[in-house]
């Protein structure tokens, strides 16, 4: 994405904060207007997306665009969708419009139980860096199967990921936790050779604790 390597390299260049500050400030205005035409394409609305999060991660305070992230999480392309899920992740917080929040928790159920295995994995890592109190409950069991029923199938990526993310819902909500039904589950899953899922595991057991 050639503008956004343009609009990295501009802030790089700057001397001063000031510079930064009307660099950042007006490309903010730009993207802004151009969210407002209906007809903004996938690839643009991705590329506009990417400049909120970088700055973002620069500090400053975006308080638009999580509207086009949520329509990126429902792409296709798995490139939009990824761009929709890294934004969701670092911008989207309990602070958040209930509205949206209930939106995104929607389309992060729908790509949880679709089958596809990259698709659950961005839900998971997303859910997990949110880790918020409304997540753990409203998608705790979901996960707790991911994690633990082996019989689904599910790939060993997926059910690491599935473990790192209730321990971030632990973290939030301990009340999630049912010792019955985890203590089987810790059983199957350390009984597993591969040892990216043996360490979350072990992660998730310590934080039961």
């Known amino acids: 994405m050639r503008g956004l390597s343009l609009y990295i390299g501009d802030i790089r260049n700057c001397q001063t904060k000031e510079q930064e500050d009307k660099i950042v400030y007006k ?41 086009e992230s949520l329509n990126l999480i429902n792409a296709a392309k798995f490139s939009e969708k990824c761009t929709g899920y890294i934004a969701t992740g670092i911008m989207l917080n309990e602070k958040s419009d209930q509205k949206l929040f209930d939106r995104v928790l929607n389309a992060i159920k729908q790509d949880l139980t679709c089958g596809n295995e990259v698709c659950e994995a961005l839900a998971l890592a997303t859910i997990g860096n949110i880790g918020s109190v409304e997540l753990a409950n409203a998608l705790a069991d979901i996960v707790v199967h991911k994690a633990f029923d082996e019989r689904r199938g599910t790939p060993v990526y997926v059910r690491k990921r599935a473990c790192l993310t209730l321990l971030a819902f632990l973290k939030r909500n ?27 595991t072990c992660a998730l057991i310590n934080g039961t604790i």
């Not at 802004?32 to 903004?40: A, D, E, H």
């Open 27 to 67: 490309e903010m205005a730009k993207i802004r207007g151009k969210f407002q035409n209906k007809g903004i394409s996938g690839y643009d609305k991705k590329k506009y997306v990417w400049k909120l999060i970088y700055s973002h991660i620069l500090g400053y305070d975006v308080d638009f665009g999580h509207e």
């Open 174 to 200: 301990k009340g999630i936790y049912n010792h019955s039904q985890w203590l089987q589950g810790f059983k199957d899953l350390l009984a597993n050779t591969n040892y990216g899922l043996l360490m979350s």
